[in-house]
């Protein structure tokens, strides 16, 4: 079992940053790939990061490549996402999932997820 808390959201302009924080719990937390996947309102939930259990491999959607940068600690079972130049279109809840072999929101583990809120 695995247990993902999410922390960070909040409101911002757009152009602006923040970097939102999930923090893991549960055995071999270490050995999951990680995840963030955002819904918006009346829209489906959407891939945004991943990042392999080692951290030596990531993918980003297009929309928010060159933008966002997801890492992880792994001493501190958390994984982030940085969210730079943001824009109102990144409005949305954001969702932390952790699975194996690769989290790409199909299955594993869920957070309850953080709000983001981007004004223009």
């Known amino acids: 079992q695995v247990h993902l808390v999410e922390s960070g959201g909040g409101w911002v302009q757009a152009g602006g940053s923040l970097r939102l924080s999930c923090a893991a719990s549960?055995?071999?937390?270490?050995?999951?790939?990680m995840g963030w996947l955002r819904q918006a309102p009346g829209k489906e939930r959407e891939f945004v990061a991943a990042?392999?259990?080692?951290?030596?491999?990531?993918a980003y959607a297009d929309s928010v490549k060159d933008r966002f940068t997801i890492s992880r600690d792994n001493d501190k079972n958390t994984v982030y996402l940085q969210m730079n130049s943001l824009k109102p279109e990144d409005t949305a809840v954001y969702y932390c999932?952790?699975?194996?072999?690769?989290?790409?929101?199909?299955?594993?583990?869920w957070g309850q997820g953080t709000q983001v809120t981007v004004s223009s």
């Open positions: 999932n952790a699975d194996r072999p690769v989290a790409t929101g199909s299955g594993g583990y």
């Open positions: 549960g055995r071999t937390v270490s050995l999951y790939a």
């Open positions: 990042i392999s259990w080692s951290g030596s491999s990531t």
